[in-house]
């Protein structure tokens, strides 16, 4: 062998030395079943939209994607564990509009809501819906409001927990009436519309995807919707705006979340299934009969929204004087 090719394997084998490991071989993304935290109960809102794009999304991915539910503290128990997790794409989260509250509501949060997460792409927005148990006898929304103002503090509302996404629409929904009523917090939105249904509370503000099921088969009427234009799946019903109560409408949104420092080319694939998935037809369907509407979103447009949420909510928090309970 001449000295000349005896220095250019020399100058190789250093320069292969030099790489890191993961330069030589990746694992393909994925490869075992990827387990999706829900950090709400089965059957909330969040919980729905997960499986429904869960169910598409494994099909693009090869694995399955298995829906956790880890409810607890606002969604900051399983949204902790998906902190704390490997950046391999293998853990994520789908956590709802309630996400940006948090660092508001919980200053002793054991993550950096900014940067102990990727943001990936928002799933679904939806309205929320003001709901009532047809017995209760309310005719419109203003009827509601008249009869809360008539005997202050005596109506209560529920919420899927303290800090949620639906204890903040109704505190919005509160000061925009002017009328004192009794937040009364649950585990999660199945509980919460258990009791509305059996007249213990009085009015449920909450995402359109949930309740569109039990107000078309006559168990809730919807007194409102919390947007800034109707709801295509219900035409008849108004706006909290058109009732005479501009401010109350907020949008709820899904998203899908990561640990921290994923490498791009794991975030690059998950987030380009996802939105194939968010595009399918079948999703479309699903999401749209729900009053959902289908969000896929750009990485950098979608972690912009969170971190002017995040912001955005913290002032409302304060201005509501919304405080968890000790």
């Not at 503090?153 to 996404?165: E, P, Q, R, V």
């Not at 990561?258 to 999401?287: C, F, I, N, Q, Y």
Request: aromatic share 6%; net charge positive; glycine share 10%.
């Amino acid at each position: 062998m001449d000295i000349h090719r005896r220095r250019l394997l020399q100058l190789a084998a250093g320069g292969a030395a030099a790489l890191p490991a993961t330069a030589f071989a990746q694992p393909t993304y994925p490869n075992q079943p990827v387990r999706v935290i829900v950090p709400f109960t089965a059957g909330s809102t969040t919980d729905v939209v997960a499986r429904i794009v869960g169910e598409r999304l494994e099909a693009y991915l090869g694995h399955p994607c298995v829906v956790d539910n880890k409810p607890g503290a606002g969604g900051t128990v399983g949204a902790a564990q998906v902190a704390s997790s490997a950046p391999d794409g293998h853990t994520l989260l789908v956590h709802s509009s309630g996400h940006v509250a948090n660092a508001a509501l919980y200053p002793a949060l054991k993550y950096d809501t900014l940067k102990d997460f990727t943001p990936v792409t928002m799933l679904a927005s939806m309205p929320n819906v003001l709901v009532v148990a047809p017995n209760k006898g309310f005719t419109s929304l203003q009827d509601l409001v008249r009869k809360a103002k008539a005997e202050p503090g005596k109506f209560l509302y529920g919420s899927s927990g303290n800090g949620s996404g639906s204890h903040i629409a109704g505190e919005k929904f509160r000061i925009a009436a002017g009328i004192q009523v009794a937040h009364v917090p649950y585990r999660g939105t199945p509980q919460a519309l258990s009791d509305v249904m059996g007249g213990r509370l009085d009015w449920f503000l909450l995402p359109l995807a949930v309740a569109t099921p039990l107000i078309k088969g006559g168990k809730l009427t919807a007194l409102a919707i919390g947007a800034s234009a109707r709801s295509p799946v219900f035409p008849d019903v108004p706006t909290t705006t058109e009732c005479g109560f501009g401010g109350a409408d907020q949008t709820f949104w899904v998203g899908l979340f990561a640990p921290p420092r994923m490498p791009d080319a794991v975030l690059g694939r998950l987030h380009a299934e996802t939105l194939k998935a968010l595009h399918s037809p079948e999703v479309r369907t699903r999401l749209e009969g729900l009053g959902a509407d289908p969000a896929p979103m750009p990485l950098q447009q979608f972690a912009r929204l969170v971190r002017e949420e995040t912001a955005a909510t913290a002032a409302l928090i304060k201005q509501a004087g919304i405080k968890l309970d000790a």
